[in-house]
T-cell receptor
Framework: SQQGEEDPQALSIQEGENATMNCSYKTSINNLQWYRQNSGRGLVHLILIRSNEREKHSGRLRVTLDTSKKSSSLLITASRAADTASYFCATDGTGGTSYGKLTFGQGTILTVHP | SAVISQKPSRDICQRGTSLTIQCQVDSQVTMMFWYRQQPGQSLTLIATANQGSEATYESGFVIDKFPISRPNLTFSTLTVSNMSPEDSSIYLC?????????????FGSGTRLTVV
């Protein structure tokens, strides 16, 4: 079953604005990852945050993790039209048998208008 | 990170037929994973493909419908059998990062399947 829920389901902004997406999950995790998908194609890994980390940056991306609330957020700063895509959070559970078995959120469709 | 070549990129198939999707990885990997993404939905894990043993299927997925082969450490196939329109989805393969669990996973470019 799907573990993660994301909000908003869709987000429409202007170029230059910031975009924030939120993700919640239900069980213990080893790490949480964010992926981007363009037009129903393959997924591209954006950033990973481990369960013992609270915040991580990569270029224009900032991700936070609150394990007490089982939630994460992805911030894209100074958005560009090329950022238009679907964004998914995915959790990598604890325990050896869960290795590689990602559980995905429902995704946020981001549209950045030029 | 690994590079995955997934084929075909898309196909339109008649109901009742089968389609085999291939994933070739540029390096040896222990585990490969197959996901399904139904229209407008998120990804759901179908099964884990291990070399030298039978695939492990998630709840709701069975070997008769989604047989998987893993003949070596760089290649796997997923067959969608006896297709119906409900099987119309994007199918993706994935591999875990090498050496550490602290890196993101690599996905194939996906196979968009339409069953008519």
């Amino acid at each position: 079953s799907q573990q993660g829920e994301e909000d908003p389901q869709a987000l429409s902004i202007q170029e230059g604005e910031n975009a924030t997406m939120n993700c919640s999950y239900k069980t213990s995790i080893n790490n949480l990852q964010w992926y981007r998908q363009n037009s129903g194609r393959g997924l591209v890994h954006l950033i990973l945050i481990r369960s013992n980390e609270r915040e991580k940056h990569s270029g224009r991306l900032r991700v936070t993790l609150d394990t007490s609330k089982k939630s994460s957020s992805l911030l894209i700063t100074a958005s560009r039209a090329a950022d238009t895509a679907s964004y998914f959070c995915a959790t990598d559970g604890t325990g050896g048998t869960s290795y590689g078995k990602l559980t995905f959120g429902q995704g946020t469709i981001l549209t950045v208008h030029p | 990170s690994a590079v995955i070549s997934q084929k075909p990129s898309r196909d339109i198939c008649q109901r009742g037929t089968s389609l085999t999707i291939q994933c070739q990885v540029d390096s040896q990997v222990t585990m490969m994973f197959w996901y399904r993404q139904q229209p407008g939905q998120s990804l759901t894990l179908i099964a884990t493909a291990n070399q030298g043993s039978e695939a492990t299927y998630e709840s709701g997925f069975v070997i008769d419908k989604f047989p998987i082969s893993r003949p070596n450490l760089t290649f796997s196939t997923l067959t969608v059998s006896n297709m119906s329109p409900e099987d119309s989805s994007i199918y993706l393969c994935s591999v875990t990062p090498r050496g550490s669990r602290d890196y993101g996973y690599t996905f194939g470019s996906g196979t968009r399947l339409t069953v008519v």
